[in-house]
């Protein structure tokens, strides 16, 4: 009997995908993570299912920096009006960095540093208070809501106190105001000041706002008018259900320098 030959680029075909399958890891993964990574689906050899789905990726949420002034007006209104309800809405896509310092300066007399600031000694006091709730509370669930109800009193300075016990009840007042009055506050204002003379392009009026990094104008404009759909038109995942909602519009006149 004649016997059939096997070709040779079969034959080489055949031990590839053997040393294939045995050269794969070990699938320890539930099946919840096995389209995390194409590694995982390779293990698990589920590739052609997760290719099909994109393989999950991992997106950045969009970080909104604001540069700004404790007593400034345009600065409360952004930060009332538009930051703080757009961050409750869209907190899951979304990082805010607060940056209490604005247009004010700084100099250094004996090895410390003295700041003067636009709307004079009480919006420094105002400054350093927001500053030491956010070094004291470390969590923004927890320190920006105190410092949206501080900005949104009449008086952001008579209201620090009652908005901490209203939100912190646990966190005596002494806490922070130690840090107000130490060398703890003056050192983390001074690096506000560091941040703020950082910024390129060079700030020229506060509130400053940054997306991902970036100032421009436009952006500007665009957080001002409208930070909630600004936020869920630069977010490159799925979109949140509340994405689907409009914001209104709302702008102050800017602290100049």
Same mark, same amino acid.
Not at 100 to 120: D, L, R, T, V
Not at 178 to 203: F, I
């Given at each position: 009997?004649?016997?059939?030959?096997?070709?040779?680029?079969?034959?080489?075909?055949?031990?590839?995908?053997?040393?294939?399958?045995?050269?794969?890891?070990?699938? @320890?993964? !539930?099946?919840?993570?096995?389209?995390?990574?194409?590694? *995982?689906?390779?293990?698990?050899? +589920?590739?052609?299912?997760?290719?099909?789905?994109? /393989?999950?990726?991992? +997106?950045?949420?969009?970080?909104? #920096?604001?540069?700004?002034?404790?007593?400034?007006?345009?600065?409360?209104?952004?930060?009332?009006?538009?930051?703080?309800?757009?961050?409750? =809405? /869209?907190?899951? *896509?979304?990082?805010?960095?607060?940056?209490?310092?604005?247009?004010?300066?700084?100099? @250094?007399? #004996?090895?410390?540093?003295?700041?003067?600031?636009?709307?004079?000694?009480?919006?420094?006091?105002?400054? =350093?208070?927001?500053?030491?709730?956010?070094?004291?509370?470390?969590?923004? %669930?927890?320190?920006?809501?105190?410092?949206?109800? =501080?900005?949104?009193?009449?008086?952001?300075?008579?209201?620090?106190?009652?908005?901490?016990?209203?939100?912190?009840?646990?966190?005596?007042?002494? @806490?922070?105001? #130690?840090?107000?009055?130490?060398?703890?506050?003056?050192?983390?204002?001074?690096?506000?000041?560091?941040?703020?003379?950082?910024?390129?392009?060079?700030?020229?009026?506060?509130?400053? *706002? /940054?997306?991902?990094?970036?100032?421009?104008?436009?952006?500007? =404009?665009?957080?001002?008018? #409208?930070?909630?759909?600004?936020?869920?038109?630069?977010?490159?995942?799925?979109? !949140?259900?509340?994405?689907?909602?409009?914001?209104?519009?709302?702008? %102050? !006149?800017?602290?100049? *320098?």
């Amino acid at each position: 009997m004649r016997r059939m030959r096997v070709p040779a680029v079969l034959v080489c075909l055949l031990i590839w995908a053997v040393k294939e399958v045995d050269a794969r890891p070990p699938c @320890n993964y !539930p099946p919840s993570q096995w389209c995390s990574s194409y590694q *995982i689906a390779t293990a698990c050899q +589920v590739e052609h299912k997760c290719l099909a789905y994109k /393989l999950k990726k991992k +997106v950045d949420p969009v970080v909104i #920096s604001l540069y700004y002034e404790s007593l400034c007006e345009a600065c409360r209104g952004f930060l009332v009006l538009q930051l703080f309800p757009t961050w409750l =809405m /869209l907190h899951d *896509i979304m990082n805010v960095t607060l940056v209490p310092y604005g247009n004010a300066m700084e100099k @250094n007399e #004996s090895g410390k540093w003295i700041f003067s600031c636009q709307h004079g000694e009480q919006e420094c006091t105002g400054n =350093m208070i927001e500053t030491c709730l956010m070094q004291t509370l470390k969590d923004p %669930f927890r320190y920006f809501p105190v410092i949206f109800c =501080m900005e949104s009193g009449d008086n952001v300075l008579a209201a620090a106190q009652l908005c901490l016990k209203v939100y912190e009840p646990d966190v005596q007042w002494a @806490n922070v105001e #130690s840090c107000v009055n130490g060398d703890l506050g003056n050192k983390l204002m001074h690096h506000n000041a560091e941040l703020t003379r950082a910024l390129n392009p060079p700030h020229k009026y506060v509130p400053w *706002i /940054l997306v991902n990094g970036k100032h421009t104008e436009d952006l500007e =404009m665009q957080a001002v008018n #409208s930070l909630f759909n600004l936020v869920c038109s630069t977010y490159s995942g799925k979109k !949140p259900a509340a994405c689907a909602k409009a914001e209104g519009t709302t702008s %102050f !006149p800017k602290c100049m *320098i």
